[in-house]
């Protein structure tokens, strides 16, 4: 009986040089980011020992300085729970932040809303889409106070208190919102820039420049720290800003930013 004879693909001509190029593309995809957060990391370890120097901070408002789960928040979502027919507040969530989300990224330039306008828009989409039954303008005072009441991380204050360069709040919600939370909690940023100033949310470009100029420095000298990878890393990105990724808790890891678990672990790079 004739034997057959096998070869893995490895032995064949077409099927080694096959593997041969797998093999590179994958150390050459290694290679890239571990080349990425070398260099990012560099960039602030070494920033001032180097020709550059990080001259500013700039830090993200809801999700990185202030909880976006308060107590005023838990109460106006039972509120709308119990006046809609969505009555699980994971699920009015979903729907809600859906919801802001679509308006944010179609306001922009000519079409901006501010956030009290989107805030009213998903409301009155509760009202016709889910039967909200309620004095929706007094809701939407309590909704807006709630980001201006929300309460700070354990971090915050500390690190608004010893960081060792002027620090700047760049966010999506108003300079009077901001002031508020600022003054309620004893925080003194050097400055606050909103969206409101450029007609543009996260992750537009238009709103870190903003935040360029108001500092006085180039994107090689500033550094954005903020929770949001889609919102924060990749906007701080466009316009050429180190970005670091704050996650407080497990979330989805990116092996391209520098991330951190808390304030206090960024510290050690700005001295």
Not at 60 to 72: F, L
Not at 179 to 189: D, H, R, T, V, Y
Not at 226 to 252: F, H, K, M, T, W
Request: glycine content about 6%; overall charge negative; aromatic content about 10%.
């Amino acid at each position: 009986m004739k034997r057959e004879s096998y070869i893995t693909y490895k032995e064949h001509p077409y099927g080694c040089f096959l593997y041969w190029c797998s093999e590179r593309v994958l150390l050459v995809l290694i290679f890239d980011i571990w080349y990425n957060l070398f260099i990012a990391r560099c960039a602030l370890k070494f920033s001032n020992k180097g020709e550059v120097m990080i001259k500013a901070v700039f830090i993200d408002y809801s999700g990185t300085t202030v909880m976006e789960g308060g107590r005023d928040m838990q109460a106006a979502v039972m509120r709308i729970c119990k006046h809609s027919a969505v009555h699980d507040p994971k699920e009015l969530m979903r729907i809600w932040w859906g919801m802001i989300k679509e308006y944010e990224a179609k306001s922009y330039a000519e079409a901006y809303l501010t956030s009290d306008e989107i805030y009213m828009k998903a409301l009155r989409r509760l009202e016709t889409e889910y039967g909200l039954k309620d004095d929706v303008p007094e809701l939407l005072g309590r909704i807006s106070d709630c980001w201006a009441t929300a309460p700070v991380f354990d971090d915050v204050k500390d690190f608004y208190e010893n960081c060792p360069l002027p620090l700047y709040v760049i966010t999506n919600n108003s300079v009077a919102c901001v002031e508020k939370a600022m003054s309620l909690n004893g925080l003194n940023p050097a400055g606050i820039v909103s969206a409101d100033s450029v007609r543009a949310y996260k992750p537009h470009a238009e709103l870190f420049e903003k935040a360029l100029d108001t500092a006085g420095v180039s994107a090689s000298e500033a550094v954005h720290i903020g929770d949001s990878y889609e919102s924060d890393v990749l906007g701080a990105r466009a316009a050429g800003i180190l970005p670091v990724l704050l996650q407080r808790s497990d979330g989805n890891k990116h092996d391209d930013v520098i991330t951190v678990k808390s304030l206090a672990e960024v510290m050690p790079y700005l001295k």
